[in-house]
Structure formats: structure tokens, C-alpha cells
T-cell receptor, first 111, second 108 residues
Framework: DAGITQSPRHKVTETGTPVTLRCHQT?????MYWYRQDPGHGLRLIHY???????DKGEVSDGYSVSRSKTEDFLLTLESATSSQTSVYFC??????????FGQGTRLTVV | DAKTTQPNSMESNEEEPVHLPCNHS???????IHWYRQLPSQGPEYVIH???SNVNNRMASLAIAEDRKSSTLILHRATLRDAAVYYC?????????FGGGTRLMVKP
């Protein structure tokens, strides 16, 4: 299995609080992605990174920010969590034009 | 953004071949076509990818149309463990986006 770890795996937080999800890889892959998955919506790309400090917005980036200060870590931050951000979040890594490897997901509940 | 179109669901009988279609009309010449699947309560997993030629691996075969605007994932003998949501996608530049996928149901 590709070395990709998401933390935490489960989190419950209150509306209005900041939340940071971490994606850690041991593969030295250049590309990293954050997705959210909700019933009936499949996987939607939030942000992605194509190198250290190189990030860009995906399809549903409002309310989210990311940072990548090291190759191995890609952080997703919800500055002020809302109930609409309750979801399962997946991180993925890849080398360009090859297969992507996904983490096991983080289930986030905002109450 | 990459846009793909897949049927919402398909059914197959166990031990029979399955052909899962995908239309990707916005694909550009350098985009690779990828297929992933997601089993219940798990993250997506890679199945196969290709550029122009048909591809085979231990999991499946990928047939790519000559104009590259469509592809078909072929599972040669469906098993109950193949019941999953199958996603096709292609990388548009640095982005890798997914459509709704096809839910494959396999009947014993």
C-alpha cells in the first residue's frame, strides 16, 4: 500500500471552530489532493498541490485553505467550520499522469 | 475541468464480463484516462489508466476509443467483490476531478 496517512480519522467539532486535517505521505510524490465526499455527490476536489508551496483551488474551495510547507505534508484547514462542511474528506497523492493513491478518509462532523 | 459522463448504475451476474462505459468529451491530447473504484466504507483505489492504446492489468482491461472521447472498463469475470462505485476521470492539467461514477451491482 502507498504510504499515505490521514489524521485524525474521525473528528467532531463545533460550528465556528477552526479545524485542520493532515495528510502525510512517505512516497515523495509531487501531487497531493484534498477531496470531500457527500452522499449523492461523488468526490469533489477542494484544493490540490503540485509542489512545496504550490497549491491551487479545486471545484469547491470556498471555506477551505491549504498549506504545503514540506513535500510529505498537505494540510487542509477549515477556518470556521460550518455544518455544510460535515463530510468525509479524502487525501490523494500521485506522480503526474500515473495512478493516484488515496488515504482512508477523515470523517468530520460539525455540530 | 475534466467532465466525464457515466451511467449511474449497472448490474451484472457473477462470473460474467462487465463493460463500464465513460464519455470524456473534454479530454485533451495529453490527458491520461484513469479508472478508480470505491468499495463501501473505503477510499478509492486505482484500477487502470491509459493514454491512447488499450491497456490490460491483473484487475481489468481498458479500451480507449480512437478519438479518445470515450473509454470502456472491462471486468472479464465479475465477482461479488467487484461490487463498488467505479469512477473514470482524466487529469486536466494538474487537476484530477471525478464525476458521479457508476455503481456496479453483482448478482450471485
Amino acid at each position: 500500500d502507498a504510504g499515505i496517512t490521514q489524521s485524525p480519522r474521525h473528528k467532531v467539532t463545533e460550528t465556528g471552530t477552526p479545524v485542520t486535517l493532515r495528510c502525510h505521505q512517505t512516497e515523495n510524490h509531487r501531487y497531493m489532493y484534498w477531496y470531500r465526499q457527500d452522499p449523492g455527490h461523488g468526490l469533489r476536489l477542494i484544493h490540490y498541490s503540485y509542489g512545496v508551496k504550490d497549491t491551487d483551488k479545486g471545484e469547491v474551495s470556498d471555506g477551505y485553505s491549504v498549506s504545503r510547507s514540506k513535500t510529505e505534508d498537505f494540510l487542509l484547514t477549515l477556518e470556521s467550520a460550518t455544518s455544510s462542511q460535515t463530510s468525509v474528506y479524502f487525501c490523494a497523492i500521485s506522480v503526474q499522469n500515473t495512478e493516484a493513491f488515496f488515504g482512508q478518509g477523515t470523517r468530520l462532523t460539525v455540530v | 475541468d475534466a467532465k466525464t459522463t457515466q451511467p449511474n448504475s449497472m448490474e451484472s451476474n457473477e462470473e460474467e464480463p462487465v463493460h463500464l462505459p465513460c464519455n470524456h468529451s473534454t479530454i485533451s491530447g495529453t490527458d491520461y484516462i484513469h479508472w478508480y473504484r470505491q468499495l463501501p466504507s473505503q477510499g478509492p483505489e486505482y484500477v487502470i489508466h491509459g493514454l491512447t492504446s488499450n491497456v490490460n492489468n491483473r484487475m481489468a482491461s481498458l479500451a480507449i476509443a480512437e478519438d479518445r472521447k470515450s473509454s470502456t472498463l472491462i471486468l472479464h469475470r465479475a465477482t461479488l467483490r467487484d461490487a463498488a462505485v467505479y469512477y473514470c476521470t482524466h487529469n486536466a492539467g494538474n487537476m484530477l476531478t471525478f464525476g458521479g461514477g457508476t455503481r456496479l451491482m453483482v448478482k450471485p
